[in-house]
Protein backbone atom coordinates (compact mmCIF):
# COMPACT_ATOMS: atom_id res chain seq x y z
CA UNK A 1 0.00 0.00 0.00
CA UNK A 2 2.90 2.46 -0.74
CA UNK A 3 1.14 3.28 -4.11
CA UNK A 4 -1.83 4.61 -2.97
CA UNK A 5 -1.88 7.28 -5.58
CA UNK A 6 -0.79 5.12 -8.58
CA UNK A 7 -4.13 3.05 -7.29
CA UNK A 8 -6.63 6.09 -7.29
CA UNK A 9 -4.83 7.24 -10.56
CA UNK A 10 -5.58 3.87 -11.92
CA UNK A 11 -9.09 3.59 -10.89
CA UNK A 12 -9.81 7.87 -12.03
CA UNK A 13 -8.55 7.30 -15.70
CA UNK A 14 -11.01 3.98 -15.83
CA UNK A 15 -14.07 5.98 -13.72
CA UNK A 16 -13.39 9.39 -15.61
CA UNK A 17 -14.49 8.59 -19.10
CA UNK A 18 -17.77 6.35 -17.94
CA UNK A 19 -18.45 9.08 -16.33
CA UNK A 20 -18.01 11.93 -19.26
CA UNK A 21 -20.37 8.98 -21.52
CA UNK A 22 -22.67 8.88 -18.89
CA UNK A 23 -22.95 12.68 -18.69
CA UNK A 24 -22.95 13.44 -22.18
CA UNK A 25 -24.47 10.49 -23.77
CA UNK A 26 -26.59 8.74 -21.17
CA UNK A 27 -27.88 5.13 -21.67
CA UNK A 28 -29.45 3.59 -24.61
CA UNK A 29 -32.78 1.92 -23.03
CA UNK A 30 -33.88 -1.27 -24.35
CA UNK A 31 -37.78 -1.78 -24.57
CA UNK A 32 -38.53 -2.38 -21.46
CA UNK A 33 -37.83 1.23 -20.17
CA UNK A 34 -38.99 3.15 -23.01
CA UNK A 35 -41.95 1.24 -23.59
CA UNK A 36 -43.12 1.06 -27.37
CA UNK A 37 -43.05 -2.32 -29.32
CA UNK A 38 -41.19 -5.00 -30.75
CA UNK A 39 -41.68 -7.01 -33.63
CA UNK A 40 -40.45 -10.15 -35.29
CA UNK A 41 -41.04 -11.06 -38.76
CA UNK A 42 -40.17 -13.68 -40.77
CA UNK A 43 -38.58 -12.05 -43.83
CA UNK A 44 -37.91 -12.78 -47.49
CA UNK A 45 -37.64 -9.44 -49.18
CA UNK A 46 -33.82 -8.74 -49.90
CA UNK A 47 -33.77 -5.22 -47.87
CA UNK A 48 -35.46 -4.41 -44.60
CA UNK A 49 -36.08 -1.34 -45.53
CA UNK A 50 -38.91 -1.89 -47.30
CA UNK A 51 -40.42 -3.16 -44.47
CA UNK A 52 -39.13 -0.04 -42.44
CA UNK A 53 -41.50 1.99 -44.94
CA UNK A 54 -44.43 -0.23 -44.43
CA UNK A 55 -44.44 1.28 -40.37
CA UNK A 56 -42.53 4.69 -41.35
CA UNK A 57 -45.60 6.57 -39.33
CA UNK A 58 -44.67 4.42 -36.02
CA UNK A 59 -41.25 5.80 -36.09
CA UNK A 60 -39.07 2.33 -36.73
CA UNK A 61 -35.80 1.33 -35.78
CA UNK A 62 -33.97 -1.71 -37.58
CA UNK A 63 -32.75 -3.59 -33.84
CA UNK A 64 -31.92 -6.94 -35.65
CA UNK A 65 -31.27 -8.19 -39.18
CA UNK A 66 -30.84 -11.88 -40.91
CA UNK A 67 -31.42 -13.44 -43.91
CA UNK A 68 -34.58 -15.14 -42.42
CA UNK A 69 -35.63 -12.35 -40.14
CA UNK A 70 -36.13 -8.82 -38.93
CA UNK A 71 -36.42 -7.64 -35.68
CA UNK A 72 -37.44 -3.70 -35.33
CA UNK A 73 -39.07 -1.39 -32.34
CA UNK A 74 -41.47 1.12 -33.38
CA UNK A 75 -44.42 3.13 -31.38
CA UNK A 76 -46.70 1.48 -28.99
CA UNK A 77 -49.11 -0.07 -31.60
CA UNK A 78 -51.68 -2.83 -31.33
CA UNK A 79 -51.05 -6.14 -33.33
CA UNK A 80 -54.07 -5.56 -35.43
CA UNK A 81 -52.40 -2.32 -36.70
CA UNK A 82 -48.82 -4.19 -37.06
CA UNK A 83 -50.50 -7.18 -39.26
CA UNK A 84 -52.16 -4.81 -41.64
CA UNK A 85 -48.69 -2.84 -42.66
CA UNK A 86 -47.39 -6.20 -42.84
CA UNK A 87 -50.33 -7.50 -45.00
CA UNK A 88 -49.39 -4.45 -47.58
CA UNK A 89 -46.24 -6.71 -48.63
CA UNK A 90 -48.53 -10.14 -49.27
CA UNK A 91 -48.67 -9.08 -53.01
CA UNK A 92 -44.96 -9.36 -53.46
CA UNK A 93 -44.10 -11.64 -50.76
CA UNK A 94 -46.90 -13.97 -49.42
CA UNK A 95 -44.84 -16.08 -47.35
CA UNK A 96 -43.84 -12.66 -44.54
CA UNK A 97 -45.40 -13.28 -41.32
CA UNK A 98 -45.26 -11.90 -37.80
CA UNK A 99 -43.99 -14.19 -35.38
CA UNK A 100 -43.31 -12.31 -32.25
CA UNK A 101 -44.47 -9.43 -30.89
CA UNK A 102 -43.76 -7.63 -27.48
CA UNK A 103 -45.37 -4.47 -26.37
CA UNK A 104 -44.82 -2.43 -23.41
CA UNK A 105 -47.08 0.80 -22.42
CA UNK A 106 -44.59 3.84 -21.65
CA UNK A 107 -46.01 3.96 -18.17
CA UNK A 108 -44.65 0.49 -17.30
CA UNK A 109 -41.49 1.60 -18.52
CA UNK A 110 -41.56 5.02 -16.46
CA UNK A 111 -42.48 2.21 -13.27
CA UNK A 112 -39.34 0.43 -14.31
CA UNK A 113 -37.01 2.94 -14.04
CA UNK A 114 -38.21 4.07 -10.32
CA UNK A 115 -38.18 0.43 -9.32
CA UNK A 116 -35.05 0.08 -10.12
CA UNK A 117 -33.20 2.95 -8.61
CA UNK A 118 -35.57 2.40 -5.47
CA UNK A 119 -33.33 -1.02 -5.74
CA UNK A 120 -30.03 0.41 -5.91
CA UNK A 121 -30.81 2.64 -2.96
CA UNK A 122 -32.40 0.35 -1.00
CA UNK A 123 -29.13 -2.31 -1.25
CA UNK A 124 -26.70 0.53 -0.71
CA UNK A 125 -28.17 0.87 2.30
CA UNK A 126 -28.48 -1.80 4.06
CA UNK A 127 -25.26 -3.01 2.64
CA UNK A 128 -23.94 0.10 4.54
CA UNK A 129 -25.95 -0.39 7.84
CA UNK A 130 -25.33 -4.36 7.76
CA UNK A 131 -21.15 -3.99 7.48
CA UNK A 132 -21.19 -1.07 10.03
CA UNK A 133 -22.64 -3.17 12.32
CA UNK A 134 -21.17 -6.02 11.56
CA UNK A 135 -17.44 -4.61 11.99
CA UNK A 136 -18.55 -2.35 14.99
CA UNK A 137 -16.67 0.51 12.77
CA UNK A 138 -18.36 3.16 10.64
CA UNK A 139 -15.43 3.46 8.70
CA UNK A 140 -15.77 -0.10 6.68
CA UNK A 141 -19.19 0.26 5.58
CA UNK A 142 -18.21 3.52 4.48
CA UNK A 143 -14.94 2.23 2.20
CA UNK A 144 -17.14 -0.72 1.06
CA UNK A 145 -19.58 1.43 0.04
CA UNK A 146 -17.33 3.50 -1.74
CA UNK A 147 -15.68 0.92 -3.57
CA UNK A 148 -18.79 -0.51 -4.60
CA UNK A 149 -20.14 2.89 -6.34
CA UNK A 150 -16.67 2.71 -8.14
CA UNK A 151 -17.69 -0.72 -9.38
CA UNK A 152 -21.23 0.10 -10.52
CA UNK A 153 -19.72 3.57 -11.92
CA UNK A 154 -17.24 1.60 -13.87
CA UNK A 155 -20.11 -0.63 -15.14
CA UNK A 156 -22.41 1.82 -15.95
CA UNK A 157 -19.90 3.65 -17.86
CA UNK A 158 -18.83 0.90 -19.86
CA UNK A 159 -22.29 0.44 -21.02
CA UNK A 160 -23.04 3.94 -21.80
CA UNK A 161 -20.05 3.69 -24.00
CA UNK A 162 -20.82 0.66 -25.88
CA UNK A 163 -24.63 2.16 -25.95
CA UNK A 164 -23.32 5.13 -27.70
CA UNK A 165 -20.45 3.38 -30.14
CA UNK A 166 -21.83 -0.15 -30.91
CA UNK A 167 -25.55 0.25 -30.01
CA UNK A 168 -26.23 -2.22 -27.04
CA UNK A 169 -28.77 -1.53 -25.11
CA UNK A 170 -29.59 -2.06 -21.19
CA UNK A 171 -32.48 -4.08 -20.31
CA UNK A 172 -33.84 -5.85 -17.36
CA UNK A 173 -30.95 -8.38 -17.56
CA UNK A 174 -28.38 -5.04 -17.28
CA UNK A 175 -30.07 -4.57 -14.02
CA UNK A 176 -30.00 -8.06 -12.75
CA UNK A 177 -26.34 -7.96 -13.71
CA UNK A 178 -26.05 -4.59 -11.31
CA UNK A 179 -27.40 -5.47 -8.78
CA UNK A 180 -25.45 -9.14 -8.79
CA UNK A 181 -22.11 -7.26 -8.51
CA UNK A 182 -22.64 -5.34 -6.06
CA UNK A 183 -23.11 -8.20 -3.94
CA UNK A 184 -20.24 -9.99 -5.77
CA UNK A 185 -18.26 -6.74 -4.49
CA UNK A 186 -19.08 -6.11 -1.28
CA UNK A 187 -18.39 -10.08 -0.35
CA UNK A 188 -14.47 -9.75 -1.59
CA UNK A 189 -14.14 -6.68 0.14
CA UNK A 190 -15.50 -8.14 3.88
CA UNK A 191 -12.85 -11.34 3.18
CA UNK A 192 -10.11 -8.48 2.87
CA UNK A 193 -11.75 -5.96 5.88
CA UNK A 194 -12.28 -9.05 8.12
CA UNK A 195 -8.61 -10.32 7.57
CA UNK A 196 -7.66 -6.91 8.47
CA UNK A 197 -9.88 -6.52 11.63
CA UNK A 198 -8.27 -10.59 12.68
CA UNK A 199 -4.82 -8.96 12.27
CA UNK A 200 -5.73 -6.23 14.49
CA UNK A 201 -6.60 -8.07 17.50
CA UNK A 202 -3.42 -10.34 17.23
CA UNK A 203 -0.90 -7.51 16.40
CA UNK A 204 -1.75 -4.51 18.96
CA UNK A 205 0.43 -1.68 18.28
CA UNK A 206 1.18 -2.46 14.91
CA UNK A 207 1.24 0.16 12.06
CA UNK A 208 -2.39 -0.17 10.38
CA UNK A 209 -0.81 0.29 6.85
CA UNK A 210 1.66 -2.82 7.91
CA UNK A 211 -2.04 -4.83 8.53
CA UNK A 212 -3.46 -3.83 5.63
CA UNK A 213 -0.51 -5.08 3.66
CA UNK A 214 -0.15 -8.36 5.45
CA UNK A 215 -4.22 -8.67 5.05
CA UNK A 216 -4.08 -8.15 1.43
CA UNK A 217 -0.89 -10.60 1.07
CA UNK A 218 -2.91 -13.01 2.75
CA UNK A 219 -6.40 -13.02 0.81
CA UNK A 220 -4.61 -12.10 -2.68
CA UNK A 221 -4.34 -15.71 -3.86
CA UNK A 222 -8.04 -16.57 -2.31
CA UNK A 223 -9.64 -13.80 -4.34
CA UNK A 224 -7.87 -13.96 -7.36
CA UNK A 225 -8.85 -18.00 -7.25
CA UNK A 226 -12.55 -16.97 -6.70
CA UNK A 227 -12.57 -14.69 -9.32
CA UNK A 228 -10.88 -16.79 -12.41
CA UNK A 229 -13.12 -19.24 -11.88
CA UNK A 230 -16.19 -17.42 -12.60
CA UNK A 231 -14.71 -14.72 -15.43
CA UNK A 232 -13.54 -18.07 -17.28
CA UNK A 233 -17.35 -19.62 -16.75
CA UNK A 234 -18.54 -15.69 -17.61
CA UNK A 235 -15.86 -15.42 -21.06
CA UNK A 236 -17.50 -19.07 -22.05
CA UNK A 237 -21.27 -17.40 -21.97
CA UNK A 238 -20.24 -14.34 -23.63
CA UNK A 239 -18.27 -16.25 -26.61
CA UNK A 240 -20.58 -19.29 -27.38
CA UNK A 241 -23.47 -18.21 -25.19
CA UNK A 242 -27.41 -16.89 -26.82
CA UNK A 243 -27.82 -13.25 -28.10
CA UNK A 244 -30.19 -12.97 -25.51
CA UNK A 245 -27.67 -12.91 -22.53
CA UNK A 246 -24.51 -12.13 -24.47
CA UNK A 247 -24.21 -8.85 -23.26
CA UNK A 248 -26.09 -9.83 -19.68
CA UNK A 249 -22.82 -12.33 -19.50
CA UNK A 250 -20.51 -9.54 -20.54
CA UNK A 251 -22.17 -6.96 -17.82
CA UNK A 252 -21.10 -9.74 -15.16
CA UNK A 253 -17.52 -10.13 -16.90
CA UNK A 254 -16.66 -6.45 -16.43
CA UNK A 255 -18.38 -6.29 -13.03
CA UNK A 256 -16.31 -9.00 -11.76
CA UNK A 257 -12.67 -8.12 -12.64
CA UNK A 258 -13.71 -4.72 -11.22
CA UNK A 259 -14.81 -5.99 -8.09
CA UNK A 260 -11.42 -8.07 -8.22
CA UNK A 261 -9.42 -5.05 -8.49
CA UNK A 262 -11.48 -2.45 -5.92
CA UNK A 263 -11.47 -4.84 -2.83
CA UNK A 264 -7.72 -5.05 -2.97
CA UNK A 265 -6.86 -1.66 -4.52
CA UNK A 266 -9.91 0.83 -3.79
CA UNK A 267 -11.61 -0.20 -0.19
CA UNK A 268 -8.02 -1.33 1.55
CA UNK A 269 -6.54 1.57 0.33
CA UNK A 270 -9.45 4.03 1.50
CA UNK A 271 -9.28 2.51 4.67
CA UNK A 272 -5.62 3.55 5.27
CA UNK A 273 -7.05 7.28 3.82
CA UNK A 274 -9.54 7.31 6.32
CA UNK A 275 -7.45 5.93 9.40
CA UNK A 276 -4.85 8.77 8.67
CA UNK A 277 -7.11 11.74 8.16
CA UNK A 278 -9.06 10.65 11.96
CA UNK A 279 -4.98 9.67 13.26
CA UNK A 280 -4.29 13.32 12.25
CA UNK A 281 -7.25 14.78 13.54
CA UNK A 282 -6.84 13.17 17.40
Known amino acids: MKHLSIYFLISSLI ?11 GFKPSIEF ?54 TLKKDNPEIKITGFESIGAALGKET ?35 MFHDTIV ?9 HFFGVEIDLLFVTAVLTIL ?31 QAVTETMVRSLNNSLTIIFMLIALFLIGGETTKF ?15 STFTAAPLLIVWNNIFAKNR
Do not use: W
Open 183 to 213: SFSVHDTIVVFDRIRELSHKNKGIEYVTLVN
Open 248 to 262: FSLALLIGTVTGTYS
Open 155 to 163: LLGSFSLLG
Open 34 to 87: TGGTRLTIENTISSPDIILQSFEEYTPSLEDSTPNSVTLKTKNISQDTAQKAID
Open 113 to 147: IKKTISALIIASVMLLLYISFAFKQLKYGVCALIA
Open 15 to 25: IVPGIYSLVRY
